[in-house]
């Protein structure tokens, strides 16, 4: 078993679809707040999926062929994690007619879709869990969920297993083969609409016979169909081919922010931190990782650097040199700032006068080199440090080699003859200013 030979090329975009772009104000909620108000947990700003639509040259530019897009699924709130109808796509984001376009137009771009699988829990808007709280014991859905006692009640805590606590996200009991059935359905559904993978939401909350049997749902219906496990630990659990294909890569983010944002590592831990993660990663799965710095649950990558952009561009040379599949998360490849959620939520600017230019055309020229090497996207990884602030990433296959050389000290001169490594990508002696990167053999 081994994960989809596509991934091995593949360079992600994550959307948040409420806060990308509004592009048919006739769907905007009421109360929607202007597109530049400050994000909340709870307000709405209009985005929707024709806005998507609208802005696709946009993920071309960048190099991009495949698209995340956290849940699209009639909800309640704007993150959507608490659906109400798995087989309806929101109304404030369209229809299914809409959806079924905007599939056609990433296919035509070459840009794949992969959803979010939100099966551990649901909102407590969904018409099962609501039946429940009317009829109570009598619903015939009442083993759906975990019910302790009756009236279903919330307050002033819920007598009702939840997700993490929250009062409006009951949790499903997959342990019912009725609910399994339900899951399974939704799966297939949305494969039927043309997408080409799930991420799985919270999968370690669910009992790992239930993620065997979505896999045997899924597999059947397409060889190239990707499941990535969300994961914020190890990921070996996930990699041993009944389960998923590749994970979450929080891993990898927590090493690379630690050298090149927080400095609370060095080159050298850096280094065997990479290759151990490396190492606990089964052959055939290292191109399946979905490698990240920022996402919908996390600061931004500007913000986590303190508006250092060389520093940023640093840490994007390490994800787009290391094995797995790069992601950008909306906005990031621009300067957007922003804590965690909701700071991290906020509106895409589309504004390019407020763009940062050069954090985006390094993004951009990272990808392209990606694109252009073979090494970079299929080659074995190795990785070293050359002295306390810089850090050797090789990438081999038998017919080609690179490396990225990541400096975070205040300059650096590296010579073959004395870093004999470095003889066999260039003869030149190397002169690396402040927090400089450079990519060698990718061209």
Known sequence: MAAPDWLADAVFYQIFPERFANGDPTLDP????????????DNFLGGDLVGIIEHLDHLSSLGVNALYLTPIFEARTNHRYDAVDYFAVDHRLGDLATFRRLVDACHARGIRIVL???????GDGHWAFRDVVEREAESPYVNWFSVEGFPVTADPEPNYRTCSGC?????????????RDHHFQVARHWIEQGIDGWRLDVPYYINRNFWRQFREVVKPMGEDLYIVAEEWRGPEEWLQGDLADGTMN??????????TADRSIDADALADGLNRLAARIPD?????????LGSHDT??????????????LLAYTAMFAAAGAPMIYYGDEIGMTGDNDPGCRAGMVWDA???????LEGVRSLAQRRGRSAALRRGNQQVMALDPDTVLLMRTTPGSAAAAIIHRG????LDPAQVPVLARFTDQVLELDRSTAVILGAD
Request: net charge negative.
């Open 284 to 292: 055939g799965y290292h191109h399946g990782m979905l490698n990240l």
């Open 410 to 413: 205040q300059g650096v001169r």
């Open 30 to 41: 009421p109360g929607v707040e202007p597109w530049d108000a400050e994000p909340t947990r």
């Open 353 to 359: 006068d407020r763009w940062n230019l050069r954090l």
């Open 116 to 122: 979010d699988a939100v099966l551990n829990h649901c």
């Open 299 to 312: 600061e931004r990558v500007l913000t986590r650097h303190h508006g250092d952009v060389d520093a940023a």
């Open 250 to 259: 929080y891993t990898l983010r927590d090493l690379v922010l630690g050298f």
């Open 167 to 179: 009062f409006y996200l009951p949790k499903w009991n997959a342990y019912n083969p009725e609910v």
